[in-house]
């Protein structure tokens, strides 16, 4: 009998150590709890926010989800399944650059939401105030270009979505309302410039007025646009040659250029910098239309290039993303793409 009682309490104080055995102190992955502990760590977390924008907006899906398929641009290679199917309309939900884009703005959403969600005291009130102020801007662009692409699209609104994994889809309008609304916060936090060089390229109090400008536009809208048209008036004008908003010395300078994707260049295709320009083609009018490099993709059409001025092939062909073409809103500067001899 005393050595049933002996078993029994040993297996009790077995049972009773388990729980503290068996819980973990990570300390080779990040988790929500250990992965935020200075503010350079947010600063980080608030970086990524932003990094989310290149894929986005400089890749093929500026150009194919937005311009395959209108009359202003022509893919050469509509022996492509998922070029010929857009330019063709003969795409269906399960496209792959639709799966990629969705995902890529969700990332960004769920970056964003990090910083908006940054409990008080990490940082002192006036750098967390400018920080949840830029992942609001960022949050909208996402839900923005999710908006335009798809309509209504399920909010997540903070960082973490326990039991919000299924959240059903939310109404265009309800979409617009929350990227109205942030943009708006973040317009009235943000400055008009940042005077530490090293904070050039974030989002300004600009840049939210000339967003909200175009998501009012795009909303359907455009009495509510036009106060916001009128803040930029006079703050920003064009350039006198059209090459100048591509030149690396201009980058940031924020006389044409509103708000700008950030980029280095490490002088590797593909490691660094946008490579929005090797989508472009040289300006060869054909029927089908004809590349004359290897990695081009599309060209702008006669009548599309005809709004412009005919600078060179060379700048038309390397050097010319969509944003900046069809938008003027989201120029993308390519450090050390531009060289002398254009």
């Not at 700008?260 to 239309?289: D, M």
Request: glycine share 6%; proline share 6%; charged share 20%.
């Amino acid at each position: 009998m005393k050595k049933n009682y002996f078993i029994i309490i040993v297996a009790l104080l077995a049972l009773g150590s388990c729980k503290k055995f068996l819980t973990e102190d990570p300390r080779s992955i990040q988790t929500p709890e250990n992965a935020y502990n200075t503010p350079e760590d947010w600063q980080k977390t608030l970086n990524a926010a932003y990094g989310a924008m290149q894929r986005l907006f400089v890749g093929k899906y500026t150009i194919t989800l937005g311009e395959f398929g209108t009359d202003e641009v022509e893919p050469y290679d509509l022996g492509w399944a998922a070029y010929s199917e857009l330019k063709m309309y003969t795409f269906n939900a399960g496209h792959p650059f639709f799966q990629d884009h969705y995902r890529v703005c969700y990332e960004g959403v769920k970056r964003s939401n990090a910083v908006i969600d940054m409990p008080s005291g990490v940082v002192d009130a006036g750098t967390r105030d400018l920080m949840i102020a830029q992942a609001k801007f960022l949050r909208a662009v996402y839900y923005f270009d999710l908006v335009k692409m798809y309509g209504g699209v399920p909010l997540w609104v903070k960082s973490s979505i326990d039991g919000e994994i299924m959240k059903p889809r939310a109404t265009a309008d309800e979409v617009y309302q929350l990227i109205v609304q942030d943009m708006k916060d973040a317009e009235a936090v943000l400055p008009p410039t940042w005077s530490n060089a090293a904070d050039k390229g974030r989002a300004t109090t600009y840049a939210a007025s000339a967003f909200l400008a175009r998501i009012y536009l795009q909303w359907g809208k455009p009495a509510e646009a036009l106060p916001y048209c009128n803040k930029l008036n006079g703050k920003f004008h064009l350039y006198n040659n059209l090459k100048d908003i591509f030149d690396p010395k201009n980058k940031n300078a924020e006389y044409e250029n509103i708000f700008e994707v950030q980029f280095r260049h490490s002088g590797s295709w593909g490691l660094e910098g946008s490579i929005q320009h090797s989508y472009w083609g040289h300006a060869v009018w054909a029927v089908p239309p004809i590349s004359v490099a290897g990695a081009d993709s599309v060209q702008p059409i006669m009548y599309t290039t005809a709004m412009l001025p005919m600078i060179s092939v060379k700048l038309l062909s390397s050097s010319l993303p969509i944003t900046v073409l069809l938008n003027r809103l989201l120029p993308i500067t390519n450090s050390g793409i531009l060289n002398s001899e254009m």
